[in-house]
């Protein structure tokens, strides 16, 4: 047998904020989903990324204790340009979320900045530098 990634969820405390930012960050995610206890859309890589309330989680689970602390995963998406970085960046920043690290070009080779979602995941923002 052979796993292949295909979703990844993201366990929000508020499904409307968290809808909100991805939205701001340029995913397609229908309008009205805020109303429904689980959302998920295709990404044009193919994955699917999904989202779910505390409560949808907690029906299940009745263990789960939301995580505290720093961030444990990164959630990575590659602009077209250094430029695109840069302006997603600021778009999302005045949007009132929070900046992690600021656009920087990194040795190696990438234009970079991360974003921390609603729900405390790093949202990491890189593109290709120009080649010399």
């Known amino acids: ?3 292949s990634l295909d979703f ?3 366990v929000t405390s508020d499904l409307a ?3 909100a930012f991805y939205r701001e960050l340029g995913l397609d995610i229908p309008e ?3 109303r429904e206890p689980h959302v998920e859309v295709l990404l044009p890589s193919g994955i699917r990324i999904g989202w779910d309330t505390l409560e949808t989680i ?7 204790v939301e995580p505290s602390g720093s961030h444990r995963v990164a959630f990575a998406f590659q ?3 250094p430029a695109e970085v840069d302006a997603v960046f600021a778009r999302l920043t005045a949007a009132g979320h929070r900046a992690r690290v600021e656009p920087w070009d990194a040795f190696w080779g990438q234009r970079y900045a991360t974003v921390m979602d609603p ?3 790093a949202i990491d923002l890189y593109a290709a530098l120009p080649q010399d």
């Not at 907690?58 to 789960?64: I, P």
């Open 8 to 10: 990844f969820g993201i």
């Open 58 to 64: 907690k029906s299940f689970d009745k263990a789960y």
């Open 17 to 19: 904020a968290s809808l």
């Open 1 to 3: 047998m052979t796993l």
């Open 32 to 34: 009205g989903a805020e």
């Open 119 to 121: 729900d405390g995941n």
């Open 79 to 81: 602009a077209e340009s």
